[in-house]
């Protein structure tokens, strides 16, 4: 695993709509409310390239690339992959996801859970932009084992190097992170660990009080847009609908992959479950992030 060091940047939420926004943590109304209008339904389902509700199985239910859920030994033995999950450490909960079922996650694995990133993730060389969303549900003080624990991590090779990830932190009280790193030579070419790099700390986007918690559902969107350009890219957090009050910007250095061997990692040594993975082709703004969290059916009910 990564080595990576607690940061003791607190991070509050964005103070516009607060007062009308629903409070991280807590759960969306049982169907989509009058807000959510046709149009802007339409605009996430034009943008959607990967959807895995879980309800059918482990295999997306939409997806532009290959829908197969595969298991490897460990990530860099990607050549070991078969399709579906292995282990009693993974496995579908019936009925206990936010929206029908969820994967579980038991236990603190080395094996690698992935979704082929091509096609699926709609990777640019020039002006890359997107969108992910997920559902967690965990106590992070009582459920994680120690260490690090991405349960998204977009890459071809590792966190550091041409990656997108949210993580928690490996110690009590943990915080969650926000990553997005291009190529490991262009922006750490003397290879400083990233726990004593001081651009690697400054970079992330860290929350100290998450509101995850057992037996409740948190929604986590990234987006993320300008990425392989001279201008350089941003990217966002958003937690149950609200945007963490920092964007991450200048984000300059190329993200270059060997598109046939990125993959859309979930569960990196991650306990607890998961729910609803979705990505899109752009950037959503924040009130279609808004709407996404409010989608009382899910990302399903933008295809089914």
């Not at 992330?204 to 201008?231: C, M, Q, Y």
Request: charged residues 20%; hydrophobic residues 40%; negative net charge.
């Amino acid at each position: 695993m990564h080595h990576r060091s607690l940061i003791s940047t607190c991070l509050s939420f964005a103070l516009i709509g607060l007062s009308c926004a629903p409070a991280p943590g807590s759960q969306p109304e049982a169907s989509a409310p009058a807000s959510t209008s046709p149009a802007t339904t339409d605009r996430l389902a034009d943008a959607l390239t990967f959807h895995a509700s879980f309800d059918h199985g482990v295999d997306a239910d939409l997806a532009l690339g290959d829908a197969s859920i595969y298991t490897a030994p460990a990530f860099d033995q990607r050549e070991k992959s078969e399709p579906g999950i292995s282990g009693p450490d993974v496995s579908v909960a019936d009925g206990a996801g936010r929206f029908g079922n969820a994967l579980r996650f038991s236990k603190k694995t080395a094996q690698a859970t992935f979704y082929r990133a091509e096609k699926n993730v709609a990777y640019a060389e020039s002006g890359w932009a997107g969108t992910v969303s997920f559902w967690l549900s965990l106590d992070p003080a009582t459920d994680l084992e120690p260490g690090f624990c991405d349960p998204v991590q977009i890459t071809d090779v590792r966190y550091n190097d041409a990656a997108i990830w949210v993580d928690f932190t490996q110690e009590n009280p943990r915080q969650f992170r926000l990553g997005v790193f291009g190529d490991l030579e262009v922006w750490n070419p003397e290879e400083i660990a990233s726990d004593e790099n001081p651009f690697f700390l400054d970079r992330l986007i860290a929350v100290d009080a998450p509101p995850f918690k057992r037996g409740e559902w948190t929604h986590v969107a990234i987006t993320f847009s300008g990425l392989n350009t001279e201008a350089g890219g941003q990217a966002n957090l958003y937690l149950d609908g609200i945007p963490l009050a920092k964007t991450m910007t200048g984000i300059d250095e190329p993200f270059t992959w060997e598109i046939q061997q990125a993959a859309i990692r979930v569960g990196v040594s991650y306990v607890g479950l998961f729910d609803d993975l979705a990505l899109f082709n752009r950037a959503l703004t924040a009130s279609e992030v808004s709407a996404l969290y409010a989608l009382g059916g899910g990302v399903g009910s933008l295809h089914r």
